[in-house]
Nanobody, 124 residues
Framework: QVQLVESGGGLVQAGGSLRLSCVASGHTFSIYAMGWFRQAPGKEREFVAFIHWTGGSTSYTDSVKGRFTISRDNVKNTMYLQMNSLKPEDTAVYYC?????????????????WGQGTQVTVSS
């Protein structure tokens, strides 16, 4: 099993920045990729970004490209999401998850373990 704990959320004005962290513990040796998802009130959960744990390859949803950067620290078993130029539409609960099934990286069903989420609120 893998346990995930997110942190770093908060309230920020439009145009501001936040950095989210996701610390993994437990059977971290089994992690080969991780991702960030978000869910806004009344909306379905959506994919935000993906990173391969060893190779470091990344993927982003179009709406955050150029503004968000996903990264990881293998030694600390921590994944990050640097969010710049935040917009009110980025407001959501952000979740990190470990990916261990084949399929499109944007599909939540290909991820097994999930954190509890951290709230990000962007005011206009």
């Amino acid at each position: 099993q893998v346990q995930l704990v997110e942190s770093g959320g908060g309230l920020v004005q439009a145009g501001g920045s936040l950095r989210l962290s996701c610390v993994a513990s437990g059977h971290t040796f089994s992690i080969y990729a991780m991702g960030w998802f978000r869910q806004a009130p009344g909306k379905e959960r959506e994919f935000v970004a993906f990173i391969h744990w060893t190779g470091g390859s990344t993927s982003y949803t179009d709406s955050v490209k150029g503004r968000f950067t996903i990264s990881r620290d293998n030694v600390k078993n921590t994944m990050y999401l640097q969010m710049n130029s935040l917009k009110p539409e980025d407001t959501a609960v952000y979740y990190c998850a470990t990916r261990d099934r084949l399929g499109p990286v944007y599909e939540g069903t290909t991820y097994s373990y999930w954190g509890q989420g951290t709230q990000v609120t962007v005011s206009s």
